[in-house]
């Protein structure tokens, strides 16, 4: 499992991603995301552009129960961030009512789906929490 809590994901991006594909520009986003978000996921993954002239990179989540993620989602476990997000955002509103179904045993996506994947677009990143 990786924790985002510290600097290695983004250090490791800079030390390993040619700039061409993960600017200096493109990192800025993806720590203030980072930073500001809650550690809800497994992995990411990183969506490059393949034209030279775009440096936005979109940042992917997984979500699985088996780290606290989904309890974290569907508001069971206090996550100050996403409380927060779930006040403000009729989107992070529908996340969590999607989480709360996904972990109810009754439900046949919590037989069926064994992870959420969720997606910040780059421009998006710098506010997560849309209105």
Request: proline letters at 7%; aromatic letters at 8%; one cysteine or more.
């Amino acid at each position: 499992m990786m924790m985002l809590s510290d600097d290695t994901l983004i250090r490791t991006i800079d030390q390993n991603f040619e700039k061409e594909l993960v600017s200096e520009g493109a990192l800025a986003p993806l720590n203030q995301l980072r930073q500001t978000s809650p550690v809800v996921w497994n992995h990411v993954e990183l969506e490059c552009r393949l034209k030279s002239d775009d440096e936005c990179v979109d940042w992917i989540a997984e979500v699985t129960p088996c780290n606290g993620g989904r309890a974290r989602l569907a508001g069971w476990e206090k996550d100050p961030w996403l409380n927060h997000a779930c006040e403000v955002s009729a989107v992070w509103q529908q996340i969590r009512r999607l989480a709360q179904q996904w972990g109810d045993p009754a439900s046949p996506l919590a037989r069926w789906v064994p992870s959420l994947y969720l997606e910040f677009d780059a421009d998006a990143l710098i506010n997560p929490i849309p209105e």
